[in-house]
């Protein structure tokens, strides 16, 4: 018998593991921290009051930029669909039809998968990251697998 991670569904939708984690953990972290700086700080004797508010709101704020930037990050996903890929990245989301996908692979040190395209670009895939080890190898298989699937049934339409 498979294991599960083999029988699932070949349209799930790809994300990080570890990094994921890591960003929700420390977007949490940011609030709290900068939230308690903000909050506890002491300020000089004979400090202007409005400029010690300011300064307070500044702080809690730098700690909820943070966590929306690694909030961000940790939302970075991969949805296949009969007819592409839509890849959403930190800063971009690019969709991509699977006639345009001739590789799909970890290319020199590249921290996450990449997507050799019929145009000679190359697309990141972020939520396939190299830091999952086993995980990521099975997930980048499964996505050359979908490539490949897609070229022999004429790259789009119902899968089947």
């Known amino acids: 018998m498979s294991p599960p991670s083999e029988?699932?569904?070949p349209y799930a939708t790809f994300r990080p593991v570890r990094g994921a984690w890591v960003a929700r953990?420390?977007?949490v972290a940011s609030v709290v921290v900068f939230g308690m700086v903000a909050i506890f700080s002491p300020m000089p004797l004979g400090s202007d009051p409005a400029l010690m508010v300011l300064n307070r709101v500044a702080v809690a704020l730098i700690g909820v930029v943070m966590a929306a930037f690694l909030w961000r990050y940790a939302r970075i996903r991969a949805v296949p669909g009969p007819r592409g890929l839509r890849v959403v990245n930190l800063f971009s989301t690019t969709e991509v039809e699977w006639a345009q996908v001739l590789r799909v692979g970890f290319s020199g040190g590249?921290?996450?998968a990449v997507l050799e395209l019929t145009d000679t670009d190359e697309l990141a895939v972020m939520a396939i990251q190299r830091a999952d080890g086993e995980?990521?190898?099975r997930e980048a298989s499964r996505l050359a697998a979908l490539v490949e699937h897609h070229h022999?049934?004429?790259?789009g339409g119902d899968a089947g």
């Open 135 to 137: 995980h990521a190898r």
């Open 7 to 9: 029988r699932r569904d």
């Open 110 to 112: 590249a921290s996450w």
């Open 25 to 27: 953990l420390s977007a």
């Open 152 to 155: 022999r049934t004429g790259g």
